[in-house]
């Protein structure tokens, strides 16, 4: 055999190996970070579009940040099987967790299909905490926990892809956003008067 057939095939006998463990890093990143969800293909105008991740070691938990611009409306959205045990529309207490605070505990809303929903005017002080604990820019996961279920989920890449969702809702997180749409100042109020 050839010395230059020789040398490439020891070249590639040493790097295929490592090619091969970057592919497999890259891919277990992507899966637990943020990313955007696709819109369902052939719709002009999407429902709802969202962030997802998935539980750290737990792929059939996820948690999800979704806008929906019709209302306009965000909700966080968590979902596993073991959470249809909750009947629909219970109030179940969520605890809140990131390694620089003590846990907070606050209400969300069981849906009764193997998810939980914190809507954004619903649950303000829930939705409020959640985004903010999301928002730290350490690598230390945030930790949820329903009863004695537990969950953990990455941080990285949640504030790039939070400000690419933003972008596409056209609009920011805001519980008194749209609240008073439409409606002309009160003559009545004083604050809407002008001192003169």
Same mark, same amino acid.
């Given at each position: 055999m050839p010395v230059g057939v020789r040398l490439i095939l020891i070249a590639l006998a040493v790097l295929l190996p490592s090619i091969s463990r970057a592919q497999n890093d890259s891919v277990s990143q992507a899966r637990g970070a943020w990313q955007l969800e696709p819109g369902p293909d052939g719709q002009a105008k999407p429902e709802s579009i969202s962030l997802r991740a998935t539980a750290i070691g737990d792929d059939d938990a996820s948690l999800s940040l979704r806008c929906r611009p019709d209302v306009p409306l965000y909700e966080f959205v968590m979902r596993d099987p073991r959470l249809a045990k909750l009947p629909a529309?219970?109030?179940?207490?969520?605890?809140?967790?990131?390694?620089?605070?003590? $846990?907070? #505990?606050?209400?969300a809303s069981a849906r009764g299909d193997g998810s939980v929903l914190i809507q954004e005017r619903v649950h303000q002080m829930t939705f409020s905490s959640l985004l903010g604990a999301l928002g730290q820019h350490d690598a230390a996961p945030i930790e949820l926990a329903i009863d004695d279920d537990r969950w953990a989920f990455p941080l990285q890449g949640f504030a790039p892809a939070f400000e690419l969702l933003t972008a596409q809702c056209?609009?920011?997180?805001? $519980?008194? #956003?749209?609240?008073?749409?439409?409606r002309a100042p009160d003559e009545s109020d004083p604050r809407s008067q002008r001192r003169k």
């Open positions: 529309a219970a109030e179940v207490s969520l605890a809140i967790r990131h390694s620089s605070r003590e $846990p907070i #505990r606050l209400l056209g609009f920011e997180p805001g $519980p008194a #956003r749209g609240r008073r749409k439409g």
